[in-house]
């Protein structure tokens, strides 16, 4: 049976291509896709997830809007990676995509969504926190409608934003801190793992080889992504993050996971943000967590250009 699945984003050219793989794997069920500020703001993220699903074919789809701030302190933007549409490189045009946005909000698409399901459901944030610590706090009692949580945030070495801190958590480390500790099934894939999987020349061929106006479309996307990585962190290839939380669903061998104690630090001078990740068990905290760490890195490519294949068929 595919698994349900919810995505909670912030189109971002990496969530772009985890819409795709969601959409394209018979093994996934794509129930709903919620939107949170992130990337770019919760207007431009929300936009974004309505254009890739326009111009991939994806249809009945629910995109719904969540929260746009973080539960404590000022919204932060990577502008400087993303550009300032959150999804710059292709030219998308300025008329509205023809995949409308749910009216509802997304804390009522998820609960309605979760309630809908005859099957316990995957929540998949690949974005700040917020909407799902929302979730957690507002609807305790849908705990046992939510399967697991698999999330694309932290590192069990240093940052991206900040030495110390990824920027999906380091946005919002409170609502970070609600989901590791709310005692559901958490999976995290951390920079340690997403920086093993990067777009390379040839993986960028294989996908304009496809001949299509979506593969175009990703490859305008990734030669974007690969220019701003290049300038600003010194990549020769972009990592795309996200697509490994849905991969890991599909293919569970693709990437070797190890149980740890991870914690959010929130007051730090310097660290705020840091997931520490006790890999070693020194804390004596119980190893609830899932963490990626070594990845098959050509069954993952293999997933992602086969779904920009069979989308881009259609």
């Given amino acids: ?19 795709l793989l969601a959409a394209a794997h018979p093994a996934i069920e794509l129930l709903a896709i919620t939107t949170v500020a992130g990337n770019q703001t919760l207007e431009k993220t929300t936009l974004n997830a309505r254009r890739v699903c326009a111009v991939a074919g994806i249809r009945g789809v629910p995109i719904a809007a969540g929260r746009e701030r973080p539960l404590h302190g000022p919204i932060r933007v990577a502008e400087n990676i993303h550009g300032t549409s959150g999804l710059d490189g292709p030219g998308f045009g300025e008329s509205e995509p023809e995949v409308p946005q749910d009216p509802r909000d997304a804390l009522t698409v998820m609960r309605e969504t979760l309630l809908a399901s005859p099957a316990p459901v995957t929540l998949v944030p690949t974005g700040p926190l917020t909407n799902i610590a929302v979730l957690l706090l507002a609807h305790p009692e849908l705990a046992s409608r939510i399967e697991r949580i698999v999330l694309m945030g932290g590192s069990t070495e240093r940052g991206n934003t900040t030495p110390a801190a990824e920027f999906n958590i380091l946005c919002d480390p409170e609502a970070a801190d609600i989901v590791f500790r709310s005692g559901l099934p958490v999976t995290m894939f951390g920079l340690n793992a997403t920086h093993q999987v990067r777009a390379t020349p040839e993986v960028v061929a294989r996908i304009a080889g496809l001949g299509t106006p979506l593969s175009g479309l990703c490859v305008d996307l990734l030669t974007y992504f690969a220019s701003t990585y290049r300038e600003v962190y010194g990549f020769d290839a972009p990592p795309l993050h996200d697509p490994l939380t849905v991969a890991h669903l599909i293919n569970p061998s693709l990437v070797s996971l190890v149980r740890a104690a991870v914690t959010v630090e929130l007051t730090g001078t310097h660290t705020r943000g840091a997931t520490v990740v006790d890999l070693h068990g020194v804390t004596g905290r119980p190893a609830v967590t899932e963490v990626g760490m070594e990845v098959d890195t050509d069954g993952f490519w293999e997933l992602i250009v086969e779904a920009v294949r069979v989308l881009g068929s259609r």
């Fill in 1 to 19: 049976m595919p698994i349900p699945v919810i995505l909670d984003c912030d189109p971002g050219h990496d969530d772009a291509f985890n819409i």
